[in-house]
């Protein structure tokens, strides 16, 4: 008797779906704000580090903007099987790509391994609450007017899921940190087109394979202006990203570590009696 075949795991993303959203983000003329951001946190962080990078490589969808963006770096495709080589460079930056990943320990893994030791990686990607609005407002909108429900936004990732995968791939000194940019719209119609910009379409491989029903739309844009307008001005939306940044380092003898369990030479109780303050 033959053994069971393990049933395949269904993909989430279609990449040929997601290469023509970008493709057409190319050709649209790309709206990059999140690419900005990232690029300038990017830059934050590295001048915080005391040293100086000479062999960066990024992995985007976007490749025009980083190669601006990082003059001299090496910038690959976030395809499954990542163009960088073992050992190849010091920095390592995974722009706003992470999320599409099939595999995100996978990708980090690659990177990890195209390091050099004591060489620093950084990934950013949309996670958390990411467009939870449109979220909502087209799940209530397409129950309500059809009875049914098709897969419309990423599923998006929490912080403390991607922060595990840093350990996982390998890399040292890990870290984790998310900060929230709140986008203001006139109306649905302009934070879709934004998205086509941007080539963050919907690119899931459940995806409904037809166009969407006028009348969801319209109502999926009544329920957003009515539930989620924006604070600063109620006639128009708000769109929530929250940007994921992940730091790791690859091992070097050279690094921090922590001492062995029971290599202390005090009790705690001692040394936090010796930092009490005289009465």
């Known amino acids: 008797m033959m053994p069971d075949r393990p049933t395949p795991v269904p993909s989430l993303t279609d990449r040929n779906a997601l290469t023509r959203n970008r493709n057409r983000a190319a050709r649209l003329g790309p709206v990059d704000f999140l690419h900005r ?3 300038d946190e990017v830059q934050d962080r590295l001048a915080e580090v005391n040293r100086r990078f000479t062999d960066p490589a990024v992995v985007t969808g976007m490749p025009d903007y980083w190669r601006e963006a ?16 073992p050992g190849a460079h010091d920095l390592v930056v995974h722009a706003n790509a992470l999320h599409w990943a099939e595999d995100p320990v996978g990708q980090i893994v690659q990177c990890a391994r195209a390091l050099r030791p004591d060489g620093l990686f950084i990934a950013a ?46 890399l040292a000194l890990p870290v984790a940190d998310q900060m929230t940019q709140n986008v203001s719209y006139r109306s649905l119609p302009h934070l879709a087109n934004d998205l086509r910009a941007m080539g963050e379409g919907n690119a899931l491989s459940g995806r409904l394979r037809r166009p969407t029903r006028r009348d969801v739309l319209l109502r999926a844009g009544q329920l957003y202006a009515e539930n989620h307008p924006d604070p600063q001005d109620p006639a128009r939306i708000r769109a929530t990203f929250d940007l994921i940044f992940l730091t790791g380092w690859a091992p070097d003898d050279s690094q921090q570590k922590p001492l062995r369990p029971g290599s202390a030479r005090m009790p705690l109780a001692d040394a936090l009696a010796s930092t009490r303050k005289p009465e």
């Open 70 to 85: 990082m003059p001299g770096a090496k910038v690959v495709a976030d395809t499954p099987e990542l163009d960088l080589q």
């Open 125 to 170: 990607c949309p996670g958390g609450r990411s467009l939870h609005e449109l979220r909502d407002v087209l799940t209530r909108a397409e129950a309500e007017v059809t009875g049914g429900l098709s897969p419309r936004v990423l599923p998006m990732a929490e912080i403390r899921d991607l922060g595990a995968l840093l350990p996982r791939a390998g």
């Open 37 to 39: 951001i990232v690029a």
